[in-house]
């Protein structure tokens, strides 16, 4: 049945398809394969990835659940972004008031997209990148560097978790009450956390990953949402 001037649409007698298929931003963007920065100096600038399945890239979904959960953390942070792929969760954090961020990523193509991100951002002056392996830059940062957030974003199954979680550990990469995020397979076997000296914060689920938020035992660390500093308790 046809109504003048639309009005199937009104007064319950049809509902309006563009009404109902009025989607969140987030998930057209998903659709598109789409990847932005999500909040601060830089919100809703678009960010590249590299082509091909050589990176995972965070969706904008669960980044922005991420960062809600990280933000007490971010205002004044120095940031480590291990496995950056496109420099997605580093640039958030540098948009969201990270100080410095170093952005830790092998792959050339993988390089290239932060560079071109980091420039349409405008926010290279904060920050580094090291074109290596994950544990020569650790090497490479430890006694010239501290960070008081730490994503690392391995390749899932391959079993890095263990070894860099180690290092990190015995490091000095680590400033007091630090946070270190993982994200990782759903099946992703954490039981080596019972041999390293770390306690979990928080482990966020999501359909096909997880978060885990670690701190260091030695160093004395608020949990999430305290405020408002997490940071500087005691």
């Known amino acids: 049945v046809q109504y003048p001037g639309g009005n199937q649409y009104r007064y319950g007698r049809m509902p309006n398809p563009r009404t109902c298929q009025r989607r969140s931003g987030?998930?057209?963007?998903?659709?598109?394969?789409?990847?932005?920065v999500i909040a601060g100096k830089a919100r809703s600038i678009p960010l590249v990835a590299p082509k091909g399945m050589q990176t995972r890239p965070t969706t904008d979904r669960v980044k922005e659940t991420l960062f809600n959960m990280l933000q007490p953390w971010i205002p004044g942070s120095r940031f480590l972004d291990l496995f950056a792929g496109s420099g997605a969760i580093g640039i958030e954090a540098l948009s969201r008031g990270a100080l410095r961020c170093v952005f830790v990523e092998r792959g050339r193509a993988a390089v290239s997209c932060i560079r071109e991100?980091?420039?349409?951002?405008?926010?290279?002056?904060?920050?580094?990148?090291?074109a290596a392996d994950v544990m020569?830059?650790?090497?490479?940062?430890?006694?010239?560097?501290?960070?008081?957030?730490?994503?690392?974003?391995?390749?899932?199954?391959?079993?890095?978790?263990?070894?860099?979680?180690?290092?990190?550990?015995?490091?000095?990469l680590p400033e007091k009450n630090c946070v270190i995020i993982v994200e990782a397979a759903l099946t992703t076997d954490f039981s080596l956390l019972d041999d390293l000296p770390y306690s979990i914060i928080k482990d966020k689920i999501y359909k096909t990953n997880r978060h885990l938020f670690l701190k260091i035992?030695?160093?004395?660390?608020?949990?999430?949402?305290?405020?408002?500093?997490?940071?500087?308790?005691s």
Request: aromatic share 8%; net charge neutral.
């Open 26 to 36: 987030l998930e057209r963007a998903a659709e598109r394969g789409f990847m932005r």
């Open 217 to 233: 035992k030695e160093n004395r660390c608020c949990l999430l949402y305290t405020s408002p500093s997490p940071r500087d308790c």
């Open 117 to 130: 991100n980091l420039k349409k951002t405008r926010l290279e002056e904060n920050s580094r990148i090291l």
């Open 136 to 172: 020569n830059a650790l090497k490479e940062l430890n006694g010239q560097e501290t960070f008081s957030c730490i994503f690392m974003d391995p390749p899932y199954q391959a079993g890095t978790e263990k070894e860099i979680l180690t290092f990190l550990a015995d490091s000095n």
